[in-house]
């Protein structure tokens, strides 16, 4: 097997390797421990994992999904963490080649992933990773200004800038607008916005990398759509009035990276065919 073959199995356990980094960040974070300190331990017995232990899927399968010390189950959102990270990296892998856009794709991917994990089980969304991914977005702009069709860093910087007012921006209206629309509703469950400022700040964030108005607004079509229809099944299955929005700003960040074009001609044909 020549370079060029290893490069997706290189990336795919890359990928495993940055989501069991997740898993740690997201038992811990919501907990405020540290991430890069301390030994990975059994949340049953707090027995520390040996390495041989820790491998990404391999050590879940060989140990059947129980602790070897006490023998209590292990979460089956370790190892759905860690493919789905796998996946996320060897997808950007295909769609853009070996470039710096798929690392950094790749990496928002993993940022997202984590938010929408964290924020399924928690209902928060880090400022930890929302507020040094805006830096980052910034910084990565600027080094790599073609990630936005740009080729002076200035150019990267401002358009960045441009997606994180944007992205911000608009899911902030929303929320105001929301707040009015529906604030009799959002007072009998309790709340007070419709659209909390974990949201604002991960929106700020995405835009800081993606840029593109366009393709922010196709997250922002996406998300209340899936929002939407999952809220819907909720309703109906448990009577849940709340429900995250960080994972379905997440799939519409992922769907508007992967096939935003495809998205928009989808909508244009259907225009034009009304």
């Excluded at 470039?99 to 969304?125: F, H, K, N, P």
């Excluded at 990773?129 to 080729?151: E, M, Y």
Aim: hydrophobic fraction near 50%; glycine fraction near 14%.
């Amino acid at each position: 097997m020549n370079i060029s073959g290893l490069i997706e199995p290189l990336v795919f356990v890359f990928g495993l390797m940055v989501g069991s980094f997740l898993n740690v960040c997201i038992w811990r974070l919501p907990a405020q421990e540290q991430v890069v300190r301390g030994r990975s331990r059994c949340r049953a017995c707090q027995a520390v994992i040996a390495w041989h232990d820790n491998i990404p899927l391999l050590s879940f399968a060989r140990l059947r999904g129980r602790c070897r010390r006490c023998g209590a189950r292990i979460s089956w959102l370790y190892p759905a963490v860690e493919l789905a990270a796998g996946l996320l990296f060897l997808g950007c892998l295909r769609r853009f080649g070996p470039t710096m856009s798929a690392m950094i794709y790749g990496s928002l991917g993993a940022s997202l992933l984590l938010v929408s994990v964290v924020d399924a089980r928690e209902m928060i969304i880090p400022d930890e990773v929302t507020l040094p991914g805006i830096r980052l977005g910034l910084i990565v702009s600027s080094f790599f200004p073609a990630l936005h069709g740009a080729s002076r860093w200035w150019e990267g910087l401002g358009r960045s800038l441009l997606g994180l007012a944007a992205g911000g921006g608009l899911i902030l209206g929303m929320g105001l607008l929301g707040r009015w629309m529906f604030r009799r509703k959002l007072k009998a469950i309790g709340e007070e916005e419709a659209v909390g400022g974990g949201d604002v700040k991960l929106m700020a964030m995405v835009g800081s990398v993606i840029g593109a108005p366009k393709t922010l607004l196709i997250v922002l079509f996406l998300a209340p759509f899936l929002g939407s229809v999952v809220g819907i099944g909720m309703k109906l299955r448990s009577g849940r009035e709340l429900i995250p929005y960080g994972p379905f700003l997440a799939l519409g960040t992922v769907a508007a990276i992967f096939w935003g074009d495809s998205i928009v001609a989808w909508y244009r044909s259907l225009v034009v065919g009304w």
